[in-house]
């Protein structure tokens, strides 16, 4: 429909990667808390791919109860991709945020609302204007918990969706595979770059059971 960017790469036809990474940042420019881990004791993370990570990190460094936020990529095959490579549809690797947050403040099925709510999770290969398997809609799962809530949330959301006249989710939802740092000048882009573009790709569609 879009041309070879809007289809998924085969892990043989991917780049190769590299073994070491690429370099980034150490800490978060909004709150300066890290943003690798360990993190503190008791602090968990969610990953969620919805199209533009500039504007999804923001989304998630403004909710009370995140302690911090990475932007990388997921989801793909190559090692250590750049962005360039990444944005070649030649790598898998779909555009994502690493959320860092305190289940004590925030549940994960309060950040699965927000990833519901804020992005359109029917479009497939892009989101809006921005076309291409690096802005596909995804969910990387690190426990058989996240999993269990992710579809759960996915079914709820799917109902809301239909009610509205809205077609099927399209959102990948799988066990992350790794998750790979994106360069310095991506993280917090829209703190650093406060008129940076990042369209509102919000279906307008309220998660159940949300305020």
């Known amino acids: 429909m879009f041309g070879s960017k809007s289809q998924m790469i085969s892990a043989s036809d991917a780049l190769d990667g590299r073994p070491e990474a690429i370099p980034t940042t150490d800490t978060h420019f909004i709150n300066g808390n890290p943003i690798h881990p360990p993190f503190p004791e008791g602090i968990e993370t969610a990953i969620f791919g919805m199209g533009?990570?500039?504007g999804a990190e923001k989304l998630f460094w403004e909710t009370p109860g995140v302690y911090s936020t990475a932007v990388g990529y997921a989801g793909g095959f190559t090692p250590n991709p750049t962005y360039e490579e990444v944005c070649s549809s030649l790598t898998g690797h779909t555009e994502a945020v690493l959320v860092a947050f305190d289940p004590g403040?925030?549940?994960?099925?309060?950040?699965?609302?927000?990833?519901?709510?804020?992005?359109?999770?029917?479009?497939?290969?892009?989101?809006?204007?921005?076309?291409?398997?690096?802005?596909?809609?995804?969910?990387?799962?690190?426990?058989?918990?996240?999993?269990?809530?992710?579809?759960?949330?996915?079914?709820?959301f799917q109902g809301a969706l239909s009610k509205s006249g809205m077609g099927e989710i399209t959102t990948e939802i799988k066990q992350l595979g790794g998750f790979y740092y994106a360069e310095g000048y991506h993280q917090q882009y829209l703190a650093k770059n406060p008129n940076g573009y990042c369209p509102d790709h919000s279906c307008g569609v309220r998660f159940p059971g949300s305020p």
């Open 105 to 156: 403040k925030i549940s994960y099925e309060q950040l699965l609302g927000l990833f519901w709510e804020n992005h359109d999770p029917t479009q497939g290969m892009r989101q809006g204007a921005d076309r291409g398997t690096q802005y596909r809609s995804a969910i990387y799962t690190q426990s058989d918990a996240q999993v269990d809530a992710a579809k759960r949330s996915r079914d709820m």
């Open 52 to 54: 533009c990570f500039w």
